[in-house]
């Protein structure tokens, strides 16, 4: 049975509930967070969410492109540790934002195509080619922190994209932005974007349609891993140092919004609209829950709540559509 079917078959509030559920949710969370606090709904709290969503926002751009071709990456979260403490060595060292930004989203390139060389040629599961590289990673993290926080010399280019704004808004959040818009136009209106969700569907019917699966699967590990490189420059920026114990905890909140775009916009599908939704209704509900003074392990306990609700709306919305 089609979706479209179903959808007919159901009462009306049904489906809008269905359709609109995320934009509800997030209606519901500013309404209840601007009537606990007056420090919530003010034009720079609202642009402070948006830029602290950078982080987690860039790399879920990268995970949406990964569940697409049904795979994931688990490096994600060690490659974003990495890339920050990079960037702070090679400070630390004397060299400036022209070397430095480069050099990390370079890492974060090569990083993607090590993991998808070992998955794809090799057909090592994603699960363990990931975490390998994502371990390794680590080890190089530590090796150059010491153990210690670098926060040394970083360039103030890096550090006016992660904190500075323009018309009130992050610089790094216009990037991420433009990410999105760029992204948005490449699945919706491009080959290259079709062949994903082809190879998502069947990978065999993929390629016997004439589209290197191969090829395609190692430049989306590829393009998730440059997302996390933008995601630690402005990440390093924002916290102007390098921890050697951060990033790891950043890579289920990344999936988590990229399984929560399913259900919006085009249900049962990852998609960028709702992605971008998602990003907001994570970010507002983080933001607010700090505002009202709620515990710090009640952010943990919200994104797992999502990611919850998130993999199980998923999982409806494919069966009702047919792919799962």
């Not at 969410?49 to 492109?65: D, H, N, P, R």
């Not at 540790?81 to 090679?90: H, R, S, T, Y």
């Not at 103030?156 to 904190?163: A, D, K, M, T, V």
């Amino acid at each position: 049975m089609r979706n479209g079917e179903n959808l007919g078959k159901r009462p009306p509030v049904v489906n809008f509930l269905r359709r609109y559920a995320l934009i509800l949710l997030l209606g519901l969370l500013l309404a209840a967070f601007s009537w606990r606090t007056p420090a919530f709904f003010t034009p720079r709290n609202l642009s402070n969410i948006l830029i602290v969503q950078v982080t987690t926002g860039c790399m879920s751009i990268g995970a949406l492109l990964i569940l697409i071709v049904n795979e994931f990456d688990l490096s994600l979260g060690y490659l974003l540790g990495f890339c920050m403490m990079l960037g702070a060595w090679l400070a630390k060292a004397g060299f400036t934002a022209e070397v430095i930004i480069p050099a990390m989203l370079t890492a974060s390139l090569l990083s993607g195509l090590v993991c998808g060389i070992i998955t794809v040629k090799f057909k090592v599961s994603a699960f363990i080619s990931t975490l390998a590289v994502g371990i390794t990673l680590s080890g190089f993290t530590t090796g150059m922190s010491g153990g210690s926080v670098l926060s040394s010399n970083i360039p103030g280019l890096i550090i006016s994209f992660g904190q500075k704004r323009f018309w009130g808004i992050g610089y790094c959040v216009w990037a991420m932005l433009v990410l999105l818009g760029v992204m948005y136009y490449i699945l919706e209106h491009t080959s290259f974007g079709r062949s994903l969700y082809a190879i998502g569907g069947s990978e065999q019917v993929a390629f016997s349609g004439g589209i290197k699966t191969d090829r395609v699967r190692i430049i989306v590990f590829m393009l998730s891993g440059l997302f996390t490189g933008v995601a630690a420059i402005s990440q390093l920026g924002q916290s102007g140092s390098a921890n050697p114990s951060y990033g790891a905890e950043m890579l289920m909140p990344s999936y988590a919004m990229a399984l929560l775009s399913m259900t919006a916009y085009k249900l049962g599908s990852f998609n960028i609209v709702g992605l971008m939704l998602s990003i907001v209704v994570v970010g507002v509900g983080v933001n607010g829950l700090g505002l009202i003074g709620a515990p710090y392990w009640m952010e943990h306990l919200f994104n797992g709540v999502v990611l919850i609700i998130a993999v199980l709306i998923s999982i409806r919305e494919r069966r009702a559509n047919g792919t799962a």
